[in-house]
């Protein structure tokens, strides 16, 4: 079943923060993070498993809550080149299939 | 420039064509994957092989056909489209099948595809 994203869309200015939410009506084992860029291959930013995990690296972080069966990816003093559409991928066991959100667009103003 | 190698860029053909998309990566992947992205929506899983062998099947029309000759090449072979599938055909590649749960996925820059 599709995870869903909220938001759909943001408009930010360079130096604000975002926190983009992606929730699963099912219990999850992994929630995965990817980026593309308009016209570009969508890009791997970071997994999360079960257990309740909480990554980052730079000034993008994501937290992973099993029990609600949710994650949120959290971008800090957002910077022009993290503009574009997030998705977020979840998986219900580790040999699952992920499937894909219907992605976050995130627009970063000079 | 991804790791993930898709040919062509750009691919326009008739309903009547037979056409074949190609990927490939030298990362010593042993999973790979076929996507259809259409415009504003989220990549859709089509196939994944594992270790050469067909493991997904998302009920996809046998208009399309994927062929993984080795560890480092797939293929889509195209025969009898339609219209609606003129999309972005993606590639991905991850270490393994056992473990698509959390093995994150290499996406090639795939291939626009467009039906007349």
């Known amino acids: 079943q599709q995870p869903v994203q909220s938001p759909q869309a943001v408009i930010l200015r360079e130096g604000e923060d975002a926190v983009i939410n992606c929730s699963s009506s099912?219990?999850?084992?992994?929630v995965h993070w990817y980026r593309q860029k308009h016209g570009e291959a969508p890009v791997f930013l970071m997994i999360?498993?079960?257990?309740?995990e909480q990554k980052g690296h730079d000034k993008i972080s994501a937290s992973f809550n099993e029990k609600k069966q949710q994650s949120s990816l959290y971008l800090t003093a957002s910077q022009l080149s993290y503009s574009g559409t997030y998705f977020c991928?979840?998986?219900?066991?580790?040999?699952?299939?992920?499937?894909f959100g219907k992605g976050t667009r995130l627009h970063i103003l000079p | 420039d991804t790791e993930v190698t898709q040919t062509p860029k750009h691919l326009v053909m008739g309903m009547t064509n037979k056409k074949s998309l190609k990927c490939e990566q030298h990362?010593?992947?042993?999973?790979m994957y076929w996507y259809k992205q259409k415009a504003k929506k989220p990549p859709e899983l089509m196939f994944v092989y594992s270790y050469e062998k067909l493991s997904i099947n998302e009920s996809v029309p046998s208009r399309f056909s994927p062929e993984c000759p080795n560890s480092s090449l797939l293929n889509l072979h195209l025969h009898a489209l339609q219209p609606e599938d003129s999309a972005l055909y993606l590639c991905a590649s991850s270490q393994d099948r056992f473990g698509q749960g959390y093995q994150p996925q290499h996406f090639g820059d795939g291939t626009r595809l467009s039906i007349l």
């Open positions: 990362m010593g992947h042993r999973a």
């Open positions: 099912k219990a999850l084992y992994s």
């Open positions: 999360l498993l079960k257990g309740g």
């Open positions: 991928g979840t998986g219900v066991n580790r040999d699952d299939k992920i499937i």
